[in-house]
């Protein structure tokens, strides 16, 4: 799972690791970033995405009930 979460200056991604039948995750790995390293990081995910998808079709996603935020 991952949760973003954003400052007036910066954005945090925790990357977390939910165990089946434990009662607490734990945080994995900690990107902390700042807005305009953010949207470059962004830009190359939509990027790599469009090409993936050209190559191997669509991603298809399907409605879960933890979205990942």
Do not use: C, W
């Amino acid at each position: 799972m991952a949760l973003v979460n954003h400052t007036e200056t910066e954005f945090t991604i925790d990357f977390i690791y939910v165990q089946p039948q434990q009662p607490k995750a734990k945080v994995r790995s900690r990107i902390i970033t700042n807005p305009k390293h953010m949207k470059r990081l962004l830009m190359a995910m939509q990027d790599n995405v469009a090409k993936f998808e050209s190559k191997f079709g669509t991603i298809e996603l399907m409605e879960t009930p933890n979205p990942i935020h």
